[in-house]
Structure formats: structure tokens, C-alpha cells
């Protein structure tokens, strides 16, 4: 029955429903006729009333809503707009300037914002015709913008490692109950942050590295800005416009992530300094006004109904997935796969990776990581690790065509004349660069664990 589950609830999803409702129905559904054969105990329901109880006065999660508002808050106050110029007149004069300009503004916008769709799509808007007239291969000017954007998913403050760390923060201290450690261990979200630091800005310097090999291997495809066209840019005072771009989303960052790892505030806490500093900056700009903040509201107030109807809608499936002996069932089949636990993570991160071609990262974080995560935890995996292995795995899922969400964020903003096929090239060797560093953190998980032992050690 729960194998049934699974495929039901994937044939709705295909059918075009929204994942929500999907996944509550399809739950209420197999519970009523199993409770009618006489398969199913309706006792697990009465779960329920206290799990939604608990997502109300979850604190973690009342971050969301506030990164959320400070990501759109940002997109409105032309902060991309006024980056991507900045890092044209500091690095316009190089080969491979531009794209270089754009991983860097990615790298900015992901800590600000931590919006993979709409980094993607304002990225795509703002550069990729800027790069193309300017003679960039259009192969590789697609696959850095994708790339750029979806670092949103890694570099911290981003909501997936929000979500992913209340989620695992829970399968953790279920871990070691299992295991009959009746004082558990907490892992935080802080913690996560701090170990998606470092294997993010590892992700950056790779893609720079690789972009750079290619600047000087073929020349061509990505070639300097013309003299005149630097020269213009960098004019008079340039200095302090550059600072003028820079600094406001630097201290911005700064002032959330410095607050979470110096102890001084909760990731909840550093979500509202971040969303008061997003509104101070689009005043700073001249961008903030009442229509543009009621603009700001609305989007915030849709993008977090659906992250908790969503939320709603696995607590539901969960409960019923468990009440038909489906962990029991998960747990059997990772224990027992040949490999032991290298076995285990591998196939959990294929299956993620194939279902991040059709889930958004919410509905995997909420679905997939509550079943699986307390069996791979109890088999002694660090949390950390575990949590920044599957945002890189999904990362790497939403850039693989054909189906990587990233792609249909840059086809749906790209120039007519960029084909399909030249997006696909163009993120293939970034996909590989995801590879390797999901290779590298496999075989140095310090990599990931360090830091957050470092500080909160």
C-alpha cells in the first residue's frame, strides 16, 4: 500500500494537480479504504490535530516568510541591476569578464535572496542579452546564468536550508530515540548554515576556475568588453559607486549570517534584521513605495501559503504512509541494500535527484527527508553533512536537463534566437562541477562539518 501511494500520488502530480491537495487527498483517500478493509488504523489521524498545532507555533519557520519578503524586497530595489554593472566596470576588461561579473553578482544575490526562480529569471533578463551582443557563445553564457542562480540553493541564508533544517533537526533527535539515546543531540539551522558556507564558496570558486580555463582556451566565446564600453563605465567616481552597489547587500549579508554564527540572534531573528534591511536598502535606492511594498506583501503572503499548504499536505501523507508500515518498509530496503550505508546514501540521492525533475525542493524536503532521514541518521551519518549533500544533489537536479526547473526559468526569459539544445550544452559542464563537488564532500565530509564545529563547538 504504500508503494501504491507513491505512484498514485506521482500519476495525480502528473495530471496536473497542485502538490498540495495531492498529497493530503491521495492520503485521505488509501486511509478511508484501508479503514474500510480493515487495513488501516484510523488511530494515526488523531496525530494530526497536533502536528498542524506544531507547524503553527514552529519559530524556525516563521523565517521563511520573512527571507521570502526579503528576497522579493531586493528583486524590487534593482540591487541586481546595479551589481551586474558594478562587476562589469571591475572585470569588463578581462576575457570572460562578463561572465565572470555574473557568477559573482549570482554568488551576492543567492546570499541575499536565496530565490532560485527569480534570481534565474532576473539574471536571465538583465545579462544574457547584454552577454550575447557582446559576442558570448550563447551555449555558454545559458549555462552560467543557470548556474549562478541556482547557488541560491547552497549559500546561506537560503529557505531550503531553512526548511531542510527544521525537517532534519527532527529526523535527528527520531534517529537517536531509535537508537535509545534518550537525550538527544539538536542539530540547528545555524548549524546548517555554517556548513553550507564553505562548500558553497568551494561551488564558486569552481565555476570561476572553469570559466577563466575557458577564457583562456577559447578566446573567443568569451571575449573582453571593448575599451571605450569599460571606459565609460568606470568614468568619474567610479569608486564610490561601486561601493555605492557593493557594500548596502554585503552588510546586508553580513548582518544576518554575522548575527546567526556569532550567537547573537536566531536564524528567525537574523530573517526580520534581513527583511528591515532589505526595506532600508530599497529606500536607499529609491525604489520603495506603498504600491511596491502591497506588491512585496502579496508575493511574500503567496510563495508562504504555499510553502504551508504544502507543509499541511505531507504531514498528512507522512501520517498515513507510517500507519501502513511504509517507514518500516524504507528502513528495510536501505538496510539491506548492498554497500551498507555508502549503498544507502547513493540510492537516496538518485532518488532525489530524479525526483527533483519533477518536485520543487519544498515537496522533497517535506515528503521524501522526514522517511528517510532517520534511518540514514541512525546509521551514524552526521546531520550537517547529510543536510548540505542533498541541497548540492538537488542543486545539481534543477540544472540537469531535460527537465531541471532552472532551464525552463532561462527558456522562459531568453532571446528567441538562444535554442534548447544550446541551454543544455551550456549547463553540462556546471552539472559535472556539481558532480565534483558532490564527490568531494562524499570523501571529506569536513568539508561541511568543520565550521559548524568550529563555531558552535
Known sequence: ?????????????????????????????????????????????????????????????????????????????????????????????????????????????????????????????????????????????????????????????????????????????????????????????????????????????????????????????????????????????????????????????????????????????????GAMGAILLALSQRQFSLAILRDVARSTTRVTSMVFLILIGASVFSLVFRGYGGDELVAELLTGLPGGTFGAVLVVMLVMFLLGFVLDFIEITFVVVPIVGPILLAMGLDPVWLGVMIAINLQTSFLTPPFGFALFYLRGVAPAEVKTGQIYRGVAPFIVIQLLMLGLLAAWPAVATWLPGVVYG
Open 1 to 273: 500500500m504504500p508503494l501504491w501511494m507513491f505512484l498514485t500520488v506521482a500519476l495525480v502530480l502528473l495530471l496536473g494537480y497542485p502538490v498540495a491537495f495531492t498529497l493530503a487527498g491521495t492520503a485521505l483517500i488509501f486511509a478511508f479504504v484501508g479503514q474500510a478493509a480493515g487495513l488501516f488504523d484510523p488511530a494515526f489521524l488523531e496525530a494530526l490535530p497536533n502536528r498542524l498545532f506544531g507547524i503553527m507555533t514552529n519559530e524556525t519557520l516563521i523565517a521563511v516568510p520573512l527571507f521570502v519578503f526579503m528576497g522579493v524586497m531586493l528583486e524590487r530595489s534593482k540591487v541586481a541591476e546595479n551589481l551586474l554593472d558594478t562587476m562589469a566596470a571591475l572585470f569588463g576588461s578581462l576575457r570572460g569578464g562578463l561572465g565572470i561579473s555574473v557568477t559573482l553578482v549570482g554568488m551576492l544575490l543567492a546570499a541575499s535572496t536565496g530565490i532560485v526562480g527569480a534570481t534565474v529569471v532576473t539574471m536571465g533578463l538583465l545579462s544574457l542579452p547584454t552577454m550575447l551582443r557582446r559576442g558570448y557563445s550563447p551555449a555558454l553564457a545559458s549555462g552560467t546564468i543557470c548556474a549562478a542562480g541556482t547557488l541560491g540553493q547552497i549559500i546561506p541564508p537560503s529557505i531550503i536550508l531553512v526548511l531542510l533544517g527544521d525537517v532534519l533537526s527532527s529526523a535527528y533527535q527520531q534517529a537517536q530515540l531509535d537508537m535509545g539515546i534518550f537525550a538527544p543531540e539538536t542539530v540547528s539551522v545555524g548549524d546548517l548554515f555554517a556548513g553550507a558556507l564553505i562548500p558553497g564558496l568551494v561551488l564558486v570558486g569552481l565555476y570561476l576556475a572553469y570559466l577563466l580555463l575557458v577564457a583562456w582556451l577559447k578566446p573567443a566565446s568569451m571575449p573582453a568588453m571593448d575599451a571605450g564600453e569599460v571606459a565609460a563605465l568606470r568614468g568619474p567616481g567610479v569608486v564610490r559607486r561601486v561601493a555605492g552597489a557593493l557594500l548596502p547587500p554585503l552588510v546586508l549579508i553580513v548582518a544576518v549570517l554575522g548575527s546567526i554564527m556569532g550567537g547573537l540572534a536566531t536564524p528567525t531573528e537574523a530573517a526580520s534584521v
